[in-house]
């Protein structure tokens, strides 16, 4: 019989990334943002700034992952996760975008969708832009949220912000867990405040699990799989880098984790850690080699998924998780 863990300390606390455009905002950096945001405003009411943005939604991709379990829990084969970060509303996506992003979610039957944070770009009221967009969703098993540094723009005050969501049916899952059970096996779906303008707090989001249950962390700022990959975690799923937005010959100016977790797939301890693309931009309508992207992640059942990928061997096919592209990949990440 499975029982609760006990609300057991992180084993080591994930530092605050390095670089002048990470770690907390200062008054001047507020102040930076607020302008380049509204001149994102003024850009996208011209013709060649629309035509940008256009281009970059353009190359929205939908790449259908697959993660094998750690422990049988086949009731959670097939469960499909719809995973959906940066959206950065206000910054070049309106509501009619938004409108068609969630249409397309719906279309691929998620069975959850999970908001990874930054939903606005830089002001509360582009919370409204989402009020008729989240009555198009309606996964099986609802739909959950966390905060990113961006919706933490004035402050550490989610009051608002928390309260909106959950009245559209959004459930806020700051530095906190909840289950979600399915023919007889149960996840343990939780999340944490952001990194670098919360305080997040990992013991608190573990609080309630029960022993060697499957589990999903939610965390926007990439960097605190260094703590979550130390106590069990199944997947971590984090997005803010925006995949480095724009890549010159496969590098990235500027450097949003300070252990390189800047998009796919990852490894340590058998947790895995997925950094989203995202959906949104900042700063300029431009994605260069970052293409936006919603990802999907399917759960797989570990007897199941070896059969598969036994049968996938034996026909010469590749086996285990899927991508778009091969940075996707689970590979071991360095931990210094
Ligand atoms: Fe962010």
């Known amino acids: ?52 943005h256009r281009r970059v939604r353009r190359r929205l991709e939908q790449p259908e992952l697959e993660l094998p379990l750690r422990e049988p829990a086949p009731g959670l084969h097939g469960l499909k996760i719809c995973f959906v970060s940066d959206v950065h509303a206000g910054s070049f996506l309106d509501e009619h975008d938004l409108c068609e992003l969630f249409d397309r979610i719906q279309a691929a039957a998620p069975d959850l969708v999970l908001f990874g944070g930054d939903l606005i770009n830089t002001r509360e009221r582009e919370l409204l832009l989402f009020r008729e967009p989240l009555r198009r969703l309606r996964p099986t098993f609802g739909m959950f949220a966390v905060p990113g540094n961006h919706d933490h723009f004035w402050g550490p005050d989610l009051g608002l912000w928390t309260a909106f969501l959950q009245d559209q049916g959004v459930e806020v899952l700051t530095n906190r867990g909840r289950r979600i059970e399915r023919d007889g096996a149960s996840l343990w779906l939780c999340g944490v405040d952001d990194l670098t303008e919360g305080v997040p707090d990992l013991a608190a989001a573990l609080h309630g699990r029960r022993d060697g249950e499957t589990t999903v962390l939610l965390s926007h700022h990439p960097d605190f799989f260094f703590e979550a990959a130390a106590v069990d975690v199944d997947l971590v799923l984090s997005g803010h880098t925006h995949g480095g937005q724009i890549r010159v010959g496969g590098w990235a100016p500027i450097h949003h984790s300070r252990f390189g977790y800047e998009r796919g797939w990852f490894r340590e301890n058998g947790c895995r850690l997925y950094v989203g693309r995202g959906v949104g931009v900042t700063l300029l309508p431009l994605r260069i080699d970052a293409p936006p992207e919603i990802p999907f992640v399917t759960l797989c059942c570990p007897s199941r998924q070896n059969a598969a990928a036994m049968a996938r061997d034996a026909a010469g096919g590749d086996a285990m998780l899927s991508a778009s592209d091969a940075d996707q990949r689970p590979s071991p990440a360095p931990m210094p």
Request: hydrophobic letters at 40%.
């Open 1 to 52: 019989m499975a029982t609760p863990s006990q609300h057991r300390p992180a084993t080591r606390r994930a530092p605050l990334p390095v670089g002048p455009l990470s770690g907390r905002r200062t008054a001047w950096r507020r102040l930076a943002a607020q302008a380049v945001a509204a001149l994102n405003r003024g850009l996208d009411r011209l013709p060649v700034g629309h035509w940008l």
